[in-house]
């Protein structure tokens, strides 16, 4: 085996002593294939790669780890005690480089120890979403891809022995597809998408019904288009098993769901089930599905407005039946710890409707009661309302989202995943409009993003309209992990150089130089566990 490899492998890496020998250039990485022929390895290389994986440097050692998970050459089983002890290893970079390896270890080896502990290691990766770079690395094992230099299940005939085969495997990818706390569906999806033996599978098939119901848009359609392929052309129990989640989901599932599954099976999208009545404060009885109103849009950003102070006082200080006031707002108060519960903003949301003017929502009393009546801005001037003034003018940011929603705005996130808005104003949309090292803001890039899709401020002050702070607040929803906040894609991408060690990298480089110590992050962080509504 020719070892001119060596020194390229390790990205220019100076290493002492017999590695220098080894330096030519004009070698490509090879990339492995899990079915080609061992060959003897030459002991001087064995030896080489044995050095480099106990070198006290971490770049050495991740190198030679990513040589030897791309080269079927290069295995021997004289190295893989140290590939198990590098599991252990103080940096990420090298532990998941570690992990990427133990795919080639269990297919030469599934029925030895060496194996057993392999697939172990890869399922307690997998497992575990608290380390989301590990269990990355173990989904692309699972899936056998060759894009990170592991193994590449399609080169060659069929292994006897692949991850996929393997039941515990089968049994833990439904399971993590099940789970909604999961933040792995969406690249489990694309696993189950690129493997007929899944799909062949209807403890599989079921999981990603289970999926329709995510809170993420996009994986509910990856799910939704994934399902109806399966429906379409699967096996005759996998047909089985997902035609009739397919029907289900055409009679109860988001709009989109339904658009996709009607178009693919050919069949009309039922009229929607009235939502039980609420009894509004007034007493009438309202069903919310008869509203042309979104509910979703009103806890986020309307519902939060009636705890806010203006000039030391708030709407829930007088409009409660718990106050003496005449008039007809009545909406419950929040709890004690100032966030509204779910329960109480269906009846908040039907309460609301008596101070609206549905014929022309412009004269609702709910717009014009706070705003000032000599507003010297703008055509509408507000009513005496006996708690003063909110609104300065029609331009104001809180009367702009009230205004938007009675004009139709909408939101994508449910209420039960909704984060503070007001905290994302004050300390999370500047992080995306401040310049970083190299003078340019994420706004800068990820205007043509398709997940964190960031919209600019429509104007040099700096002022975003009703749909860019819909926008930018629940694009940032997309990339967050509630279960693991450091794993979020929002803290994790920035603060992750373009090429990453860690298996993730970042087209824009490192955002934040002092990265986790950060303002941007700390906040990040912080946002992610302040929920809009109080847990039940």
């Known amino acids: 085996m020719n070892k001119s490899w060596f020194p390229r492998a390790l990205w220019g890496v100076v290493i002492v002593g017999p590695l220098l020998l080894c330096a030519h250039a004009g070698w490509a990485v090879p990339q492995r294939g899990i079915t080609e022929p061992v060959q003897g390895a030459d002991r001087e290389v064995i030896r080489l790669i044995a050095a480099s994986l106990a070198s ?8 030679a780890l990513e040589w030897l998970a791309r080269d079927a050459g290069a295995d021997d089983e004289r190295l893989i005690p140290a590939v198990f002890h590098l599991l252990r290893d103080k940096k990420a970079g090298v532990r998941n480089q570690a992990l990427a390896n133990l795919g080639w270890i269990y297919e030469r080896h599934p029925s030895k120890r060496s194996g057993r502990r392999a697939l172990l290691a890869i399922e307690k990766a997998l497992a575990n979403p608290a380390d989301h770079a590990a269990a990355l690395v173990a989904v692309d094992l699972v899936r056998g891809s060759a894009e990170r230099g592991e193994y590449d299940e399609n080169k060659g005939g069929a292994p006897r022995e692949r991850l996929l085969s393997n039941p515990g495997i089968q049994k833990l ?49 990856n799910a939704t288009d994934l399902l109806i392929a399966i429906g379409l052309k699967g096996t005759p129990a996998a047909r089985a098993k997902a035609h009739p989640l397919l029907v289900a989901a055409l009679q109860e599932g988001d709009p989109n769901v339904q658009l996709r599954i009607s178009r693919a099976l050919q069949l009309p999208i039922p009229p929607r089930k009235a939502a039980p009545p609420v009894l509004s404060m007034s007493g009438e009885k309202v069903s919310a599905s008869d509203l042309p109103f979104d509910f979703n849009f009103f806890t986020a950003f309307v519902q939060p407005l009636f705890a806010k102070k203006y000039g030391g006082e708030a709407c829930v200080d007088c409009h409660t039946p718990q106050a003496n006031t005449t008039g007809k707002f009545r909406v419950l108060a929040p709890r004690a710890d100032g966030h509204f519960a779910l329960e109480e903003s269906r009846v908040n949301f039907v309460s609301v409707l008596a101070v609206v003017d549905r014929e022309n929502v412009e004269k609702s009393k709910l717009l014009l009661k706070p705003l000032d009546p000599r507003a010297s801005e703008g055509k509408l001037h507000g009513e005496t309302h006996d708690g003063g003034v909110s609104w300065s003018n029609q331009f104001d940011p809180d009367f702009r989202l009230v205004d938007g929603w009675l004009k139709g705005a909408k939101l994508e996130i449910p209420p039960q995943s909704q984060l503070d808005f007001a905290y994302f104003v004050e300390h999370v949309e500047p992080i995306f409009s401040t310049p970083g090292p190299d003078g340019f803001a994420c706004i800068n ?26 926008n930018n607040y629940q694009s940032a929803h997309r990339v967050i992990d509630e279960a693991a906040p450091g794993n979020s894609f929002i803290v994790r991408k920035p603060t992750s150089p373009r090429e990453g060690a860690d298996g ?19 906040s990040l962080i912080t946002w992610i566990g302040k929920r809009n509504l109080d847990a039940q």
């Open 56 to 63: 006290p440097q971490a770049d050495v050692r991740q190198a």
């Open 173 to 221: 990818v439904a399971s993590l597809l099940t789970s909604r706390e999961s933040s792995l569906r969406p690249e489990l999806l694309q696993v189950v998408e690129s493997s007929g033996l899944l799909q062949s599978l209807p403890a599989v098939v079921e999981a990603v019904g289970e999926a329709l119901r995510d809170d993420d848009l996009t994986v509910r359609s």
């Open 445 to 470: 890039c990820h205007s043509t993003h398709a997940i964190l899709h960031l919209e600019s401020p429509e104007t040099r002050e700096g002022s975003f309209s009703i749909e860019q702070i819909a």
């Open 504 to 522: 993730l990298a970042h087209a824009g480089g490192i955002r934040w130089t002092d990265k986790k110590e950060s303002w941007q992050y700390r």
